[in-house]
């Protein structure tokens, strides 16, 4: 990639205060190649300290309410305080397109201007037309930020930014939200001119913005290029989800050229059509998609089969295969432990994460119950996978060594839910699938009452070690991959 087409980080500072502003601004010159100051945050922006603190090139950027910002002035002196911005030393202001940006243009030189224009709502089909009437401005960069409502919206962006590269247009265009991330993350290969990120521990300052350190040092969005390989996690929502650090992680360390990415598919369609047109290596498949992938993978491993359920994708010319690694990765911590098979396991949940332990379990040869609120459900596993299936009502006289929680309840961001009362937890061992947060209410509540416990970050490690295997054909790092999630499970870092 060339100096020229090189994507640069711009590290957009959200503080309420200047001298705060300027701190930020030191610590971001780590990741930045830019710092943008949302000086409409800023009670009474102090220029010259703002520009004198930054060490990268700053844009200076004062956003009206009416475009997402907090500025609440006139808009007459908002127009000047973005012509003394520039005349001060700002390298580049932001204008937004919907206001009277030919006053700015007057006073500013068009290399300098950065016209932008914001739709919060979602991403309109036609944005060719937008950028056209853009580039007619004249300004050097133009910005177009969309809301994404879905995985194919990405799309629109990559082919935005590939009309604007014909057209010989600057353009930084990208999407928000969280099914807009692949836009950020994506933005050299699709030669979007910029990618705007949040100061890391400081707020985001657009929806799905992602952390500066969390763009280059987990995606190391300015290694990924064309030749770049794509991986990524899908499903909905994704906030919980921790796989893009260990897998990005383990990339990293093996030193090759792939991209771990989230995919917030808005449905398992959305997902085919961005595979359609951005082919994926493998996927990790998460709530509520590891039912759509079992029905369309092309061929099926056995506990996949068996589970009816399907976390890992791997493409194989062409065709998907699909893969459960959460039975595996269920055994290593009872293998690790040296647990008896001869035990009675109550089971609770009977979605994909219960039929995997469920399954795992009975191929050991233990005895399971399933419990589960939707009791018709609970009885098909059961009879699907040769266990017995009992009422909720009854779990607190039920006798068991092992309780798995296979249920999302006290899952992040609903941390501090339990799905059985404390009094119900009279057995040996308590597993939790739950793994972020590490130590759910669950698994204290059982520790307090003297029963053993083992945490879902275990099995959610040695899940993703296998997906390594099957992707790359090869075992990863796994001390790397462990450090990488405890690094994510700390909990000031947890997304
Ligand atoms: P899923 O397919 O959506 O199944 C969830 C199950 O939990 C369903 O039986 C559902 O019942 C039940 N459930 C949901 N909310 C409940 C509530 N409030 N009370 C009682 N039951 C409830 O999800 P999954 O893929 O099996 O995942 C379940 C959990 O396991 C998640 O927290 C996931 O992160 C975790 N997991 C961990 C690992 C790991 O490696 N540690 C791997 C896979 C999954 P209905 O069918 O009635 O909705």
């Known amino acids: 990639m060339s100096e020229e087409m090189r994507t640069r980080i711009c590290v957009s500072i959200r503080e309420t205060t200047s001298q705060k502003a300027a701190e930020?601004?030191?610590?971001?010159?780590?990741?930045?190649?830019?710092?943008?100051?949302?000086?409409?945050?800023?009670?009474?922006?102090?220029?010259?300290?703002?520009?004198?603190?930054?060490?990268?090139p700053v844009i200076f950027t004062l956003r009206s309410r009416q475009e997402g910002g907090a500025y609440t002035g006139s808009e007459r002196r908002r127009l000047e305080t973005i012509l003394r911005a520039s005349q001060a030393g700002a390298d580049y202001v932001d204008i937004e397109s919907t206001a009277s940006w030919q006053a700015i243009m007057q006073?500013?030189?068009?290399?300098?201007?950065?016209?932008?224009?914001?739709?919060?709502?979602?991403?309109?089909?036609?944005?060719n037309s937008l950028l056209d009437s853009m580039s007619a401005s004249g300004a050097g960069i133009l910005k177009i930020a969309v809301r994404a409502r879905s995985l194919g919206d990405n799309l629109r962006i990559a082919a935005l930014l590939e009309y604007a590269r014909k057209r010989g247009a600057t353009l930084c265009a990208l999407a928000m939200g969280a099914e807009g991330a692949p836009s950020r993350i994506l933005s050299s290969r699709w030669g979007s001119c910029l990618t705007f990120a949040s100061a890391p521990g400081g707020e985001a300052a657009a929806e799905g913005q992602l952390p500066a350190d969390l763009l280059t040092r987990v995606y190391r969005v300015r290694e990924i290029g064309g030749e770049t390989e794509l991986y990524g996690v899908l499903g909905k929502p994704l906030g919980h989800s921790l796989s893009p650090y260990i897998h990005n992680a383990a990339f990293a360390a093996?030193?090759?050229?792939?991209?771990?990415?989230?995919?917030?598919?808005?449905?398992?369609?959305?997902?085919l059509q961005f595979h359609a047109s951005c082919p994926l290596r493998g996927v990790a498949v998460t709530i509520p998609y590891k039912g759509d992938a079992y029905s369309h993978a092309h061929s099926?491993?056995?506990?996949?089969?068996?589970?009816?359920?399907?976390?890992?994708?791997?493409?194989?010319?062409?065709?998907?295969?699909?893969?459960?690694?959460?039975v595996e990765g269920f055994l290593i911590p009872l293998r690790r432990r040296a647990l008896?098979?001869?035990?009675?396991?109550?089971?609770?949940?009977?979605?994909g994460a219960a039929r995997a332990a469920i399954y795992a379990l009975r191929s050991q040869g233990?005895?399971?119950?399933?419990?589960?609120?939707?009791?018709?459900?609970?009885?098909?596993?059961?009879?699907?996978?040769?266990?017995?299936?009992?009422?909720?009502?009854?779990?607190?006289?039920?006798?068991?060594?092992?309780?798995?929680?296979?249920?999302?309840v006290g899952?992040?961001?609903?941390?501090?839910?339990?799905?059985?009362?404390?009094?119900?937890?009279?057995?040996?061992?308590?597993?939790?699938?739950?793994?972020?947060?590490?130590?759910?209410?669950?698994?204290?509540?059982?520790?307090?009452?003297?029963?053993?416990?083992?945490?879902?970050?275990?099995?959610?490690?040695?899940?993703?070690?296998?997906?390594?295997?099957?992707?790359?054909?090869?075992?990863?790092?796994?001390n790397i991959m462990e450090t990488a999630l405890h690094a994510a499970l700390t909990p000031n870092i947890t997304p």
């Open 24 to 56: 930020a601004a030191v610590r971001a010159a780590e990741w930045a190649d830019l710092v943008e100051f949302r000086a409409d945050f800023i009670e009474q922006p102090d220029l010259p300290l703002l520009l004198r603190a930054s060490r990268k």
């Open 107 to 127: 006073g500013v030189p068009p290399e300098k201007v950065i016209l932008s224009h914001h739709n919060f709502e979602n991403t309109p089909a036609d944005l």
């Open 254 to 271: 093996r030193g090759k050229n792939a991209v771990f990415l989230p995919l917030e598919a808005s449905g398992f369609d959305d997902f």
């Open 300 to 326: 099926l491993s056995v506990a996949a089969e068996q589970t009816q359920a399907v976390n890992t994708l791997i493409l194989n010319e062409g065709y998907w295969h699909g893969e459960n690694t959460d």
């Open 340 to 351: 008896p098979w001869k035990m009675r396991a109550v089971v609770l949940g009977a979605g």
């Open 366 to 408: 233990t005895d399971v119950c399933i419990v589960a609120r939707d009791a018709a459900k609970a009885g098909l596993v059961a009879d699907r996978l040769g266990a017995e299936h009992s009422a909720w009502e009854r779990l607190g006289s039920l006798d068991w060594d092992l309780l798995v929680n296979a249920t999302p």
């Open 411 to 478: 899952m992040y961001p609903a941390a501090g839910q339990s799905p059985v009362p404390s009094e119900w937890l009279k057995g040996e061992w308590v597993y939790d699938l739950v793994y972020n947060p590490q130590d759910t209410r669950l698994l204290k509540e059982a520790a307090q009452r003297g029963l053993k416990t083992i945490s879902g970050a275990e099995m959610f490690l040695g899940q993703a070690i296998k997906q390594q295997i099957l992707w790359c054909g090869s075992p990863p790092p796994e």
